[in-house]
């Protein structure tokens, strides 16, 4: 994947605004930007965005309460990342699901 791929870009920027609105209390549209940003990373087939995204969507349904559907983002997220050899991000998103049990 090229680095200076308008698409990924642009998902990357979907994803950013997403987290940022996501800060800001705006759920809906965090979650549109989210949604379209994984949308755009699953065309490209560019795994880590697309578990990042995943982790960034689970971070706002844990958010609103969704325990379920976060515990089920962050471990398709957990699956990508592993098989994406990427410890850091691991770690990161099993302290994500120890925080929802």
Do not use: F
Not at 31 to 36: F, G, H, N, P, Q
Not at 57 to 64: F, H, K, S, V
Not at 72 to 85: A, C, D, Q
């Amino acid at each position: 994947m090229d680095a200076h791929d308008p698409a990924l870009a642009l998902s990357a920027i979907a994803r950013a605004l997403g987290v940022i609105e996501g800060e800001r209390g705006n759920q809906a549209r965090a979650s549109e930007l989210l949604r379209d940003s994984l949308s755009l990373y699953r065309e490209l087939g560019e795994i880590w965005g697309i578990a990042t995204a995943l982790r960034a969507i689970g971070t706002l349904a844990r958010r609103q309460g969704e325990y379920g559907e976060a515990g089920r983002l962050y471990r398709e997220s957990l699956k990508l990342y592993e098989e994406n050899g990427d410890p850091q991000a691991v770690a990161l998103v099993l302290s994500d699901l120890a925080g929802i049990e």
